[in-house]
């Protein structure tokens, strides 16, 4: 192997697995076996004792460095460390600055707030700012004099649900403030911040806010702008999420226009001109694990075709990832870089064998759709186990999406950047008159796109759901993968059959079992009932957040659709348009009387639930042959 690849993988190895250890002996144990590995390695490559010295030396140091930044710990001053031990919230008065423009999600604005003042005492750190209703928009740079309560963030109850805590966490914020009141002191001048907000507004204004936001992620990326959910969702179904966060497709537009267009020029201009596109990508979208490691990659990929010499894609791929980990260790446990990785050793390794099987085996007429095939297929398989472990679910028409939406996605790509370039830079009278007219044949581009992506993600069976799956079954699917994604490994593929047959049946097995899944979060409860790939469900709440975390629940756990719905709480007009898209039957409470009476059942296929005395305290719910006695007063809506 060469040795830039050799490093590289055992480097990005030490980093990857020192996120993950949790104490010094486990540490040990994967110092031992990554440096046990390169001897064995060097030994059989003929490598210098020298070369295998430094190379253990390097996975110690960077080991070292990835397990121990992995995650950050509150520092002296930090707000957290005010709250009581006991947990009870603490009224405060805080003065800080926002950190970046706030989210706005049902009338609730939320953002980080850099703390410099708690309580008239000195801080230093960052609290997780939330203001409902939202009266005040959160602008970078603001600063801010607050009162409210201070408390901790609380763990999901679920894995299904959010992790706050460990969100936050990742982000060295260890506290939230739910405010009561709030003044304005002053706003910093934030120019960056300022542009992307300028690009944002003015395509929104112009296009439309599911158009101009499509448009503002193209250059910006979906993380620097508000987009519908329906749009996210709807992207994310068909498989096309990629195209709405900032990355290397982005980069490889603009990087790809800057180049052929001084293409005729000497080298020093084509670099600069190659810098610039990169350094504005990087300044738009900000320095997210995806936009660095685009960067990095495009700027090695610049210097070495400038440069006249063949590039490595593969170990530069490593490196880049390594000096991201070195930088940043909290990147490792961050779902969007790990996709990112993925993604692209994808196309490293597996674009280029895939395109030429298909130039070999597929009928003349067929060969150029090669190209735009076999770059979806790759990262799509590469990053399959990825979305089976976090997300429980994979879209089934990703690979005709992408195909369908390749021709729309790289003109619109270089018109949105293009146009964010004149909004920028133009006066605001020529802007006033040019832009309308030249935004419109993009904005009828882009609703190609959006009615494309809504289209297929209504297919039926758009996304599979297979439910939570167990890591070590994700790792026995990737291992069966691989011998199909490497071309080096073709031997081990009948093997590797076995494996993957073996993963999907323990799956199954675990999808098909009778069980009932009891979820409290935030004074409300959702009790799952499931038999034999079906489920139903008991919410206390009937209100529009409760519905949401029942469609996780339910699609988190591989359901569709469930069969019924007793809610024991009476649902709004407005949700209950969300709680009929969950369920074929909804039986709601109304007007303080039971969704059932006493000796009715609501019941389908080894699912139901009944009223089990006169006064209705008791309900008794079955799943399978299984029958469990409730209390209702322990699903009653509690106060939260």
């Known amino acids: 192997m060469k040795p830039v690849f050799s490093a590289g993988l055992l480097l990005f190895m030490a980093c990857m697995g020192a996120t993950s250890v949790r104490s010094p002996v486990q540490w040990l144990s994967l110092v031992a076996l990554l440096v046990g590995g390169l001897v064995a390695w060097g030994r059989a490559s003929h490598w210098p004792r020298k070369v295998m010295a430094g190379l253990a030396l390097m996975l110690c140091l960077v080991s070292a460095r990835c397990g121990t930044g992995v ?18 919230p603490l009224a405060v008065r805080l003065v800080g600055r926002i950190h970046a423009d706030g989210a706005v999600t049902n009338g609730r604005c939320r953002s ?80 960056l ?46 498989g096309l999420s990629h195209a709405l966060a900032a990355s290397g497709f982005h980069l490889s537009v603009l990087l790809g226009s800057a180049l052929a267009c001084t293409r005729t020029l000497p080298a020093a201009l084509r670099l600069a001109a190659g810098s610039g596109a990169m350094a504005l990508f990087l300044v738009l979208a900000g320095a997210q694990p995806s936009v660095v490691r685009a960067v990095l990659m ?100 990703a690979l005709l999406s992408n195909l369908l939406a390749a021709p729309l996605l790289a003109p619109l790509t270089l018109a949105a950047m293009a146009l964010a370039v004149m909004v920028l830079l133009l006066p605001a009278a020529l802007s006033a008159a040019l832009l ?45 993968l691989l011998p199909w994604l490497l071309p080096a490994q073709q031997r081990w593929r009948g093997l590797s059959l076995l494996w993957l047959l073996l993963a999907v049946c323990l799956q199954v097995h675990v999808q098909l079992r009778d069980d009932l899944i009891r979820v409290e979060q935030w004074g409300r409860q959702w009790l799952v009932l499931r038999h034999r790939g079906r489920a139903a469900l008991l919410s206390s709440h009937g209100d529009e957040l409760s519905c949401r975390i029942a469609t996780r629940l339910s699609h988190g756990l591989g359901h569709q659709r469930l069969d019924w719905i007793a809610v024991l709480d009476p649902v709004g007009t407005d949700q209950q348009l969300c709680w009929n898209a969950l369920a074929r039957t909804l039986q709601v409470e109304q007007r303080g009387r039971l969704p059932l009476t006493p000796g009715q059942r609501l019941q389908s296929d080894g699912l139901s639930v009944g009223v089990a005395d006169q006064r209705g305290r008791m309900l008794n719910v079955r799943f399978g042959t299984r029958v469990q006695r409730l209390r209702r007063s322990d699903l009653r809506p509690q106060s939260g």
Do not use: K
């Not at 410099?116 to 004099?145: A, K, Y």
């Not at 158009?211 to 709807?234: D, H, T, W």
């Not at 494309?452 to 167990?470: E, Y």
């Open 193 to 238: 911040a300022d542009a992307r907000r300028t690009i944002a507004e003015r395509f929104a204004d112009l296009a439309g806010e599911q158009s101009g936001g499509l448009l503002a992620a193209l250059v910006l990326g979906a993380a620097q702008v508000s987009l519908p959910q329906s749009l996210r969702e709807g992207f994310r179904v068909a």
């Open 436 to 480: 309308p007219w030249m935004i419109w044949p993009v904005q009828q581009l882009s609703w190609w796109l959006i009615s494309l992506v809504n289209w297929i993600s209504q297919w039926p069976g758009a996304q599979l759901l297979t439910g939570p799956v167990h890591p070590l079954l994700v790792l026995l699917f990737a291992l069966g």
């Open 112 to 191: 980080l707030l850099d703390v410099s003042s708690l309580n008239g005492q000195f801080s230093r750190g960052r609290t997780e700012l939330t203001i409902d209703p939202c009266m005040t928009p959160l602008l970078t740079g603001s600063w801010l004099e607050l009162e409210g309560e201070l408390r901790r963030p609380q763990p999901g109850s679920h894995p299904l649900l959010a992790r706050g805590d460990e969100r936050l966490a990742l982000q060295r914020t260890w506290s939230r403030l739910r405010t009561d009141a709030m003044h304005v002191l002053r706003q910093d001048w934030t120019p």
């Open 298 to 397: 495009g700027a090695a990929a610049l210097l070495i075709r400038e440069s006249g010499h063949r590039s490595r894609p593969l170990g530069v791929l490593l490196l880049t990832l390594v000096l991201m980990l070195l930088v940043h260790p909290t990147w490792g446990r961050s779902i969007g870089f790990q996709l990112s990785a993925a993604a692209t050793a994808g196309l490293v390794i597996s674009a280029g064998p895939l395109e030429q099987w298909m130039v070999q085996n597929w009928p003349q007429p067929l060969h150029r759709l090669a190209p735009a095939l076999s770059i979806p297929l790759a990262a799509l398989f590469w990053t399959l186990p990825l979305q089976l472990l976090y997300f429980g679910a994979a879209p089934l028409y």
């Open 71 to 88: 995650m950050p710990q509150p520092q002296p001053g930090d707000p957290s460390l005010f709250i009581p031990r006991d947990g009870t």
